[in-house]
Nanobody, 116 residues
Framework: QVQLVESGGGLVQAGGSLRLSCAAS????????MGWYRQAPGKERELVAT???????NYADSVKGRFTISRDNAKNMVYLQMNSLKPEDTAVYYC??????????WGKGTLVTVSS
């Protein structure tokens, strides 16, 4: 099973930016849909952004125009560039790899806190 490790979370003021990184232990981007999800305190985990193996992307309405998902195939890395951050973006952010016919892989998460 692929291991996913997130990094890059932290405390930032509203309006600021952060870039999250996800390191995958295997080269899986040709077969997996990579995604970022988040879970705020007291709320369910929700999709933030995904990137399919072919490169197409999908974003939650709440982050469109502010967040960008990208990947570096050579480094087995997935990124989430987050701009114009809002307090409501505060959450634990998880990296996800979705494969056909098998269980998803998840990282342990990285905390993003946006202060007002």
């Amino acid at each position: 099973q692929v291991q996913l490790v997130e990094s890059g979370g932290g405390l930032v003021q509203a309006g600021g930016s952060l870039r999250l990184s996800c390191a995958a232990s295997l080269n899986i981007f040709s077969i997996a849909v990579m995604g970022w999800y988040r879970q705020a305190p007291g709320k369910e985990r929700e999709l933030v952004a995904t990137m399919a193996s072919g490169g197409s992307t999908n974003y939650a309405d709440s982050v469109k125009g502010r967040f960008t998902i990208s990947r570096d195939n050579a480094k087995n890395m997935v990124y989430l560039q987050m701009n114009s951050l809002k307090p409501e973006d505060t959450a634990v952010y998880y990296c996800n790899a979705r494969f056909p016919y098998v269980t998803d892989s998840w990282g342990k998460g990285t905390l993003v806190t946006v202060s007002s």
